[in-house]
């Protein structure tokens, strides 16, 4: 059948109309994902599995690590949509979140509320189930810090909310350990303090590269508020302060597997993080380009590589 305009519109035939249905429910769905922030919850798993591994000394059983993987990325993903509920408002002020789905209108507030709430009982139910109690509530415990500490308390009202907001971002370490054993001990929490450490050079990284956006939103991120000299030497401070923690895991885990191997590649791999983050104080301090998201990228794969790290010498 041909379509026939009404009022300048097209009419859908019958049968265009399981074709159109079809691409409004993926449209749907691919809204609801864009919701979570699937590019953070990655981030966030690269570090469960190392811890996973560094609990048990090796491969903890696949029905283990599918229910962690599938509950920490359900607990992410219900932080994410929360931000994303309560930054509706200043999300349609930056350029960076301006087509998010409750800007644009795909979703309504409501329907993300609701979606956020279904995700935290899913996510805090299959941990407790198949995990421990303990990960189960260290995942609650993160949704929670995220969603209220974070977003409401703190990300709006102070420069110091990517330094507090640091412990959900860094709550999978723990999660994934907790999962193993139900309990925690030092060598997760070395770890945690590593990814901690790490998040406040990766983000100050992306917020100076943002700088306007926070600035039109009147969020109070570092970039913003201080002067890019100061920006540079505390990205330096906290680059250093992660490397130096992440040199502790040898003798704090040293009766877990790890060795030679990893304490190598950390070093190494934290010559190059250091290095990068120099070379953005540099470039501040002599006026030249920024390129703050060279020292970003370089951060995201020093954390992919040191959780490689681990696990190949938990495995070896």
């Given at each position: 059948?041909?379509?026939?305009?009404?009022?300048?519109?097209?009419?859908?035939?019958?049968?265009?109309r399981p074709?159109?249905?079809?691409?409004?429910?993926?449209?749907?769905?691919r809204?609801?994902?864009?919701?979570?922030?699937?590019?953070?919850?990655?981030?966030?798993?690269?570090?469960?599995?190392p811890?996973?591994?560094?609990?048990?000394?090796?491969?903890?059983?696949?029905?283990l690590?599918?229910?962690?993987?599938a509950?920490g990325?359900?607990?992410a993903?219900?932080?994410n949509?929360?931000?994303?509920?309560?930054?509706r408002d200043?999300?349609?002020?930056?350029?960076?979140?301006?087509?998010?789905?409750l800007?644009?209108?795909?979703?309504?507030?409501?329907?993300?509320?609701?979606f956020?709430l279904?995700?935290?009982?899913?996510?805090?139910?299959?941990?407790?189930?198949?995990?421990?109690?303990?990960?189960?509530?260290?995942?609650?415990?993160?949704i929670?810090y995220?969603a209220?500490?974070?977003?409401?308390?703190?990300?709006?009202?102070?420069?110091?909310?990517?330094?507090?907001?640091?412990?959900?971002?860094?709550?999978?370490v723990?999660?994934?350990?907790?999962?193993?054993?139900?309990?925690?001990?030092?060598p997760?929490?070395?770890?945690?303090g590593?990814?901690?450490?790490w998040?406040?050079p990766?983000?100050?990284?992306?917020?100076?590269?943002f700088?306007?956006?926070?600035?039109?939103a009147?969020?109070?991120?570092?970039?913003?508020?201080?002067?890019?000299?100061?920006v540079?030497?505390?990205?330096?401070?906290?680059?250093?302060?992660?490397?130096?923690v992440?040199?502790l895991?040898?003798?704090?885990?040293?009766?877990?597997?790890i060795?030679?191997?990893y304490?190598?590649?950390?070093?190494?791999?934290?010559?190059?993080f250091?290095a990068?983050?120099?070379?953005?104080l540099?470039?501040?301090?002599?006026?030249?380009e920024t390129r703050?998201?060279?020292l970003?990228h370089?951060?995201?794969?020093y954390?992919?590589?040191?959780?490689?790290?681990?696990?190949?010498?938990?495995?070896v």
């Amino acid at each position: 059948m041909r379509r026939h305009p009404v009022g300048g519109r097209p009419v859908t035939t019958l049968s265009e109309r399981p074709a159109v249905q079809g691409r409004r429910l993926s449209a749907t769905i691919r809204a609801y994902v864009a919701l979570t922030k699937p590019r953070i919850i990655e981030l966030l798993l690269i570090t469960t599995l190392p811890a996973m591994m560094l609990a048990v000394g090796g491969l903890p059983s696949w029905e283990l690590l599918l229910a962690t993987m599938a509950g920490g990325t359900l607990a992410a993903a219900a932080a994410n949509v929360f931000n994303c509920w309560y930054d509706r408002d200043i999300d349609r002020l930056m350029h960076r979140t301006e087509r998010r789905p409750l800007v644009t209108g795909e979703i309504t507030p409501r329907a993300a509320l609701v979606f956020g709430l279904v995700l935290t009982v899913l996510s805090v139910a299959l941990l407790y189930v198949t995990t421990t109690p303990l990960a189960a509530v260290l995942a609650l415990g993160a949704i929670v810090y995220y969603a209220v500490v974070y977003t409401v308390v703190l990300k709006r009202h102070t420069r110091h909310s990517t330094l507090f907001g640091g412990v959900p971002g860094a709550a999978p370490v723990l999660i994934g350990w907790a999962a193993v054993t139900g309990t925690l001990a030092w060598p997760a929490v070395v770890f945690f303090g590593v990814v901690f450490c790490w998040q406040l050079p990766h983000f100050w990284a992306l917020a100076m590269r943002f700088r306007a956006d926070y600035a039109r939103a009147d969020v109070p991120m570092l970039p913003v508020v201080a002067s890019p000299l100061s920006v540079g030497r505390q990205t330096v401070v906290w680059t250093w302060s992660t490397v130096a923690v992440s040199l502790l895991l040898w003798p704090v885990a040293d009766g877990y597997g790890i060795g030679w191997v990893y304490t190598g590649a950390a070093a190494a791999l934290g010559v190059w993080f250091i290095a990068e983050a120099h070379r953005l104080l540099r470039r501040i301090r002599s006026g030249a380009e920024t390129r703050p998201m060279q020292l970003f990228h370089v951060s995201i794969s020093y954390m992919a590589l040191l959780s490689v790290a681990i696990i190949v010498d938990v495995l070896v």
